[in-house]
């Protein structure tokens, strides 16, 4: 299958700071881009779908201006949480869609705000 | 919106027994149904598909039937081992739209 990669895999960081994740396909063009974020034990929840070159949509519930994405290319998308706090904390995993069907999930990103 | 249920949500068999977990979806226009193995703390890894033209689909010892009238589908894994041991997701996806997951089955295969 093609291969998604997301960098950083681990970050901590400070209440009130600003974090940025990456997640590129390294091996085929993503027309559309999700976000998902994972609480312990529980199933993956959707953030927001981004388009490359234009705004990302949000699901119903979650801050645009705190979760800010850009898909700035076919390969590129990126996550920034905005003064994070703790209850911010959790496995952020972004996903690629090239082929009309099949979704292909990068390695995760497991964020801590102290 | 599309709403998925799955279950159960634990399961526990012995090394060698057939493994089934079920789910169940609203949206009569989904035509997409992947299953989602995922070991703890890393990415779900698809294991097997199928869409809405075919009622069953088998690769070696995975199998996922569908169910369009009856909106369900299931995964069978069959002679399970330990390294079959994680959580598996269903989803489903009408044509265009964003995945909806199931809110997961950990399997644990006892040797």
């Known amino acids: 299958g093609a291969v998604v990669s997301q960098h950083p895999s681990r970050v901590i960081c400070k209440s009130g700071t600003s974090v940025k994740i990456e997640c590129r396909s390294l091996?085929?063009?993503?027309?559309?881009m999700f976000w998902y974020r994972q609480f312990p034990k529980q199933s993956l929840m959707l953030m927001a779908t981004?388009?490359?070159?234009?705004?990302?949509?949000?699901e119903q519930g979650v801050e645009k201006d705190k979760f800010l994405i850009n898909h700035a290319s076919l390969t590129l998308s990126t996550l920034t949480v905005t003064s994070a706090h703790p209850e911010d904390s959790s496995f952020y995993i972004c996903?690629?869609?090239?082929?009309?069907?099949?979704?292909?999930f990068g390695p995760g990103t497991r964020l801590t705000v102290t | 919106g599309e709403n998925v249920e799955q279950h159960p949500s634990t399961l526990s068999v012995q090394e060698g027994d057939s493994a089934v977990i079920k789910c169940t979806y609203s949206?009569?226009?989904?035509?997409?149904f992947p299953w989602y193995k995922q070991e703890l703390g890393k990415r779900p890894q698809l294991i097997i598909d199928?869409?809405?033209?075919?009622g069953e689909k088998k690769d070696q010892r995975i199998a996922v039937t569908l169910n369009k009238t009856a909106k369900h589908f299931s995964l069978h894994i069959t002679e399970t081992q330990p390294e079959d041991s994680a959580v598996y997701f269903c989803a489903a996806r009408a044509a265009g739209n964003k995945l909806t997951f199931g809110g997961g089955t950990r399997v644990l295969v006892k040797p």
């Open positions: 996903s690629a869609r090239g082929d009309p069907y099949e979704q292909y």
């Open positions: 199928i869409r809405s033209n075919v």
């Open positions: 949206d009569s226009a989904s035509n997409y």
């Open positions: 981004s388009n490359e070159g234009s705004k990302a949509t949000y």
């Open positions: 091996d085929f063009q993503a027309t559309t």
